[in-house]
């Protein structure tokens, strides 16, 4: 099957729209669009399966160019350029490279450099999206731990240049995914906008508490847009949808 760009959708599945099957377990399928054979257990009740890396790549391509193109210091704003440019799907793995980008795309613009003093290159954030790119979708509710989440802690791995035999640093970006965690825990099904959010918010806080440094304020309630591409919005019970009650 070829990939036809006047009837791709961008929430479900992206060649016929239909909601998708979120099985318990794995089951073989050759994607679409590849031609790969792969286990996943996520598909459509129409036959159709999309891998991973097909439904990401336009995305990924466009976090790419950004390394090289974007300007702005404010990682949310750098967020929802990518979320509203065509490639980005409403949910997919894509989002698990966009937290790590934003973050260290708005360090670099502001001439943040690394906690050692080496300077945020390119060759950082391309590292961040390449390892954003590792975690597959659905790994949120078939691994315990959510993408976009993880990809907060990769933001705070690159920056304070953690390895598995760097004790403190490997801490700090346990505890930024962790605070991630921590704010989806909202008993909701997902969202990866929402997740999105969730990720910058624990990256910008703990950056700005542990290192000072201020990348400007986190997401604001109340503040999503994207709500009408969601089949599946929480509405009010989402804290940034429009008409969710805040205190």
Same mark, same amino acid.
């Given at each position: $099957?070829?990939?036809?760009?006047?009837?791709?959708?961008?929430?479900?599945?992206? /060649?016929?729209?239909?909601?998708?099957?979120?099985?318990?377990?794995? &089951?073989?399928?050759?994607?679409?669009?590849?031609? @790969?054979?792969?286990?996943?257990?996520?598909?459509?009740?129409?036959g +159709?399966?999309?891998? #991973?890396?097909? +439904?990401? =790549?336009?995305?990924?391509?466009?976090?790419?160019?950004?390394?090289?193109?974007?300007?702005?210091?404010?990682?949310?704003?750098?967020?929802?350029r %990518?979320?509203?440019?065509?490639?980005? @799907?409403?949910?997919?793995?894509?989002?698990?490279?966009? /937290?790590?980008?934003s973050?260290?795309? *708005?360090? @670099?613009?502001?001439?943040?450099?690394?906690?050692?003093?080496?300077?945020?290159? =390119?060759?950082?954030?391309?590292?961040?999206?390449?390892?954003?790119? &590792?975690?597959?979708?659905?790994?949120?509710? !078939? *691994?315990?731990?959510?993408?976009?989440?993880?990809?907060?802690?990769?933001?705070?791995?690159?920056?304070?240049?953690?390895?598995? &035999?760097?004790?403190?640093?490997?801490?700090?970006?346990?505890?930024?995914?962790?605070a %991630?965690?921590?704010?989806?825990?909202?008993?909701?099904?997902?969202?990866? @906008?929402?997740?999105? !959010?969730?990720?910058?918010?624990?990256?910008?806080?703990?950056? &700005?508490?542990?290192?000072?440094?201020?990348?400007?304020? /986190?997401?604001?309630?109340?503040?999503? /847009?994207?709500?009408? *591409?969601?089949? #599946?919005?929480?509405?009010?019970?989402? $804290?940034?949808?429009?008409?969710? $009650?805040t205190?």
């Amino acid at each position: $099957m070829n990939k036809d760009a006047d009837t791709e959708h961008a929430s479900e599945c992206t /060649v016929c729209g239909t909601t998708l099957i979120y099985s318990g377990t794995e &089951k073989k399928q050759i994607c679409a669009f590849c031609g @790969k054979s792969t286990y996943s257990p996520i598909y459509c009740p129409e036959g +159709h399966f999309i891998c #991973d890396t097909c +439904h990401a =790549e336009g995305a990924l391509d466009f976090l790419n160019r950004l390394t090289e193109t974007e300007t702005s210091t404010d990682p949310i704003e750098i967020a929802e350029r %990518a979320m509203t440019h065509p490639s980005f @799907k409403f949910h997919g793995p894509e989002h698990h490279s966009l /937290v790590p980008a934003s973050i260290l795309i *708005a360090m @670099k613009n502001s001439g943040i450099n690394r906690y050692d003093g080496s300077p945020i290159t =390119e060759d950082i954030i391309l590292e961040g999206i390449r390892r954003g790119s &590792k975690i597959p979708g659905g790994f949120c509710g !078939y *691994a315990g731990t959510c993408g976009a989440c993880v990809g907060a802690g990769v933001a705070l791995a690159l920056y304070l240049d953690s390895t598995p &035999k760097r004790a403190n640093p490997r801490m700090q970006a346990h505890r930024t995914t962790s605070a %991630a965690l921590d704010l989806s825990q909202d008993d909701l099904i997902r969202c990866c @906008k929402r997740a999105t !959010y969730y990720g910058l918010t624990a990256a910008i806080e703990m950056l &700005k508490k542990e290192y000072n440094i201020d990348l400007g304020p /986190v997401p604001s309630p109340q503040s999503c /847009v994207h709500s009408e *591409a969601n089949p #599946d919005c929480a509405m009010d019970e989402c $804290m940034y949808h429009a008409t969710s $009650m805040t205190t």
